[in-house]
């Protein structure tokens, strides 16, 4: 094959901007594609043209053979790249590239069917000699012979579903007397899912970590591995920072586990690149979890050690170059970590978040890449996946990655938006990650399934002050900014308090006479004196007592959004009278996310009680069942399946009974 001049890249936000930045580099025109949702988007402006394919949702457009086929074929593209996640490891959508001559910039469909099922795949590995789960893969198995099988399997035990992803159809069961139940309700998961209830039986593996080797081969026959990274940092089973070199190999163990990978790879001749992701035990025994197909979201800390670039080389790979590197030609230097930043709310189970991104801002800093796909003024859409942007962070060792992960992610102004990034700082402050003392379960076991927010007083007093000063400035321009203040008076009276509310913590604020550093701010006992210094759009410089504060803060109507490292406060002015509609919500049953309602699970007229299930909706990838507050009965339904409904949105009217 030739060289290629142009790709179609078939994904949205960071991943399509990321794509487009190596295709740029090597001289390839790109193009894009988006849905109704997304004209505007960051990976629209990456790209050197941009295609319509669909409807906001992504069944639509991004997940659309047919549209994408199109777009390549009106654009002339000779290559298309899937991404991450949409039709990344679809077969179907490989062949169907082949067949249209469009180049498929991945492995072949043979290799992704080969990995796709988990009993198919461990079989392989099994045959290739790659050490795999102890368990039991037996062809098509009934409920019988899984049931048999446990008893030399031993508990606990995992029941999994063949076809699984996502930790579906997954079930973890600690005696026999669970275990007919688990085998019904994960085959029923696993066919509604997926259309197949094929499942297998493992040996749950206790404190495990998640350690998985990057794969490049080329059509030559020659792989190699870019050695690991460590993703024991999940929430429901998704990864939330990765790192690599992983604190638990050893070189001993590291050559193990590469070959292991490489092993796999040359099993099913995989040429592209891929991820081989092992499961390791406490006492160092490692196993083969499964092979994902494509380039992983984590990829770029593989990146920054050994200092190629993955889309460069599929790229070539697809174009039919040899790999430049061996195994011994190849080197890494320093360590690497990634955060991944959700729009959600750790508080909230982690629940998806939307709404309008009203600041977007990191300063540039040695050390540290950021991998995003939205921009200041994106609204974030319930359509897609919550992951906003990735901040990476390079060092010499793990410490000095770590330490400016940490500096990057205080000083990350996210405003409008509810994100994971002050939880994800709780992680990395923590003494047992920073020991690298950590496992699959570490955010189970350490914060909860919803752990608490770090709150300061003396940031959000700051906050408001700012916000005082800035309001006060708005009504009457050039009061505040100015030391010499035209129409001043020395009248206290005229500036009320003004009350703001953190969450449900009310900080007045007065604002009282000029003094000769700035204005006497009282909130409490403590005056405290405080001007701006500067301001220039979202960049306020505050002085509060002698000390600058460099903050970013956004007045949305009557919410003013400030952040002020590490800390992100949204204050809003506190209502004079309660409101009739937070009252009635406070008993009612209302949507805690914004999405689409999938099912109402109750009727008018019927009793519920408290935790009864009474809708389910579904937002960014994720079901999610409301259940009764308290007990009742339903007077009257307020939306319907197929709704598209705004978090907050009350579903029913439930009368107390
Ligand atoms: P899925 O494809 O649904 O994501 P995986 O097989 O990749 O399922 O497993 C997902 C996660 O579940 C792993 O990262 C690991 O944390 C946990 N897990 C999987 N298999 C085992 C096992 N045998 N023992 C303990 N934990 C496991």
Redesign the pocket.
Known sequence: MGRIQSILIANRGEIAVRIARSARDLGIRTIAVYSDADANALHVHAADTAVHIGGAPSVESYLSIEALLDAAQKTGADAIHPGYGFLSENPAFARACDEAGILFIGPSAEAMEAMGL?SVAKKLMDRAGVPT?PGFNGENPTDAELIAAAVEVGYPL?V?ASA?????G?RRVDSESDLAEAIRSARRESKAAFGDDTLLL????EN?R?IEFQILGDTHGNVIHLFERECSI?RR?QKIIEETPSTALDDSLRTQMGEAAVQAAKAIDYVGAGTI?F?LAPDGAFHF??MNTRLQVEHPITECITGIDLVTEQIRIAEGCALSWDAESLTTSGAAVECRIYAEDPEKSFLPANGTLLDWHLPALEGIRIDSGVATGDEISIHYDPMLAKVIATGRDRDEAHRRMQHALEQLSILGVTTNRGFLLQILKHPAYQAGDID?HFIASHFGDEPAAEKSEEAALNAAIAATLLATEARDPGRILKDIRPGWRNNRFSDPTTTWMNGEEAIPVSRGEWTTRGWAMHSGETPRIARIVAQDGAAVRVEIDGQIHPLRVVVDGENTHVHTAPHSIALSCAPRFPSTESMDLASGCVAPMPGKVLSMAVSEGDSVEQGDPIAILEAMKMEHTVTAPHAGVIQSLLVAPGDQIDGGAPLVILEET
């Open positions: 988990k789960v995992l999994k699984g992803g996502g930790g579906r997954m493992e040996r749950y593996i495990p998640h999940q089973h992701e499961i979890l499964e699959t």
